[in-house]
């Protein structure tokens, strides 16, 4: 069982260098998100998509992309990486946008801007 | 400004003593979930809270959805080590799916 799959799972870049997270689910989910942890503190949504095609700004969207080209896939986009950026990324997915439904997570990429 | 607000931010105690963990906002939600992490992994889901007032227990934990929807609390009877982790509220007040600003709880045995 798949679920939601991320990577890579570790990454470190130097500053300025651009890179893409790649996340894929196979549970035909339309919603799909991007958050980021620092540690110690809870999620803070990046970018997310209601269905292929669609995207929208999360909390903290600068200096990041997002696209959305087929239900499956939503990768993340880091272009000019910062230090800021050096935190644990997770992608996940859900049936619909409220938290009636549960929502399903990758296992988290570790990315180092040095 | 977080949606969610969490309050401790870090909270460490004995094994066997009681604890709450809140979870405040403005808005106003249809419904609350909490999650916990462990290190390295990602948010697993404990409950989810629908109804204003509602209360759930699971096991020796104890969820409530405030009244008006805008806040809810967690609270743990006589905590285990294994209890130590990350607690987050979340919420969806749209389409987008917000979490709270976390509680790393820590219990020593």
Redesign the interface.
């Known amino acids: 069982n798949a679920g939601v799959t991320q990577t890579p799972k570790f990454r470190i870049l130097k500053i300025g260098q651009s890179m893409t997270l790649q996340c894929t689910q196979d549970m035909n989910h339309n919603?799909m998100?991007w958050?980021r942890q620092d540690p110690?503190?809870?999620?803070?949504?990046i970018y997310?998509s209601?269905g292929a095609g669609i995207t929208?700004k999360?909390?903290v969207p600068n200096g990041y992309n997002v696209s959305r080209s087929t239900t499956e896939d939503f990768p993340l986009r880091l272009e000019l990486a910062a230090p800021s950026q050096t935190s644990v990324y997770?992608c996940?997915s859900?049936t619909r946008?409220?938290?009636?439904n549960?929502?399903y997570?990758?296992?988290?990429s570790w990315l180092t801007v040095v | 400004t977080?949606l969610?607000e969490?309050s401790p931010?870090?909270l460490s105690i004995q094994e066997g003593e009681n604890l709450t963990v809140y979870c405040n906002s403005s808005s106003v939600?249809?419904?609350?979930?909490w999650y916990r992490q462990e290190p390295?992994?990602?948010?697993v889901?404990l409950v989810?809270v629908?109804t204003g007032g509602e209360v759930k227990k699971l096991k020796r934990l104890t969820f409530q959805f405030g009244d008006a929807r805008k806040d809810s609390s967690l609270h743990i009877t006589a905590a285990q080590p294994g209890d130590t982790g990350?607690y987050?509220c979340?919420?969806?007040p749209?389409?987008?799916?917000?979490?709270?600003?976390?509680t790393?709880l820590t219990v020593i045995p």
């Not at chain 1, 946008?97 to 009636?100: D, L």
């Not at chain 1, 997570?105 to 988290?108: A, I």
């Not at chain 2, 939600?29 to 979930?33: E, I, R």
């Not at chain 2, 987008?96 to 976390?102: E, I, L, N, R």
Request: net charge negative.
């Open positions: 919603y998100y958050y110690g503190m809870g999620l803070k949504l997310y209601v929208d999360g909390e997770f996940a859900s946008g409220n938290s009636g549960t929502i997570f990758g296992e988290g | 977080q969610l969490q931010q870090f939600f249809s419904s609350l979930q390295g992994e990602g948010p889901l989810t629908v990350l987050l979340a919420g969806a749209g389409n987008q799916f917000y979490f709270g600003t976390g790393s």
